[in-house]
């Protein structure tokens, strides 16, 4: 039997069935593929806290500050720069699971806190998680 083309009906319906599973394994790769591209942006910086300060009463300009930077798991580090008039302190402390695993001062528990989305009351911000 002819189609309008003049294949014949099973010959089309041959190259049809051929163009699906080619369909279906491409498929298949694209989901696999995107399982990866999921797994591997789970752990890029994706929550960013930011706040600035005065870390001594005789020096202004807040040129002090604590940065909060997590990964889509809340795991990453806050990063503290305390700026004196003799000299500047850098610190890190590792987060994990959104929990510090050392004592945080108020500036960057607010950064962290502001990193989750959260105010200082806990309640969680409508905003991005992104803070300048």
Do not use: C
């Not at 696999?32 to 202004?60: D, R």
């Amino acid at each position: 039997m002819d189609g309008e083309n003049g294949q014949s009906i099973e010959r089309r319906l041959a190259i049809e069935v051929k163009e699906l599973r080619d369909m279906a394994s491409t498929w298949e790769t694209i989901l696999s593929e995107q399982k990866v591209i999921q797994s591997t942006q789970a752990q890029t910086f994706q929550h960013i806290g930011f706040v600035k300060y005065n870390a001594f009463e005789n020096i202004g300009n807040e040129l002090s500050f604590s940065l909060t930077l997590l990964d889509g798991n809340f795991n990453g580090i806050v990063i503290s720069s305390v700026y004196g008039r003799n000299e500047s302190r850098i610190f890190t402390k590792p987060i994990v699971n959104g929990k510090s695993l050392a004592s945080l001062s108020q500036e960057e528990l607010a950064s962290l806190q502001s990193a989750m989305g959260q105010r200082s009351n806990g309640d969680v911000l409508a905003s991005s998680s992104v803070s300048a």
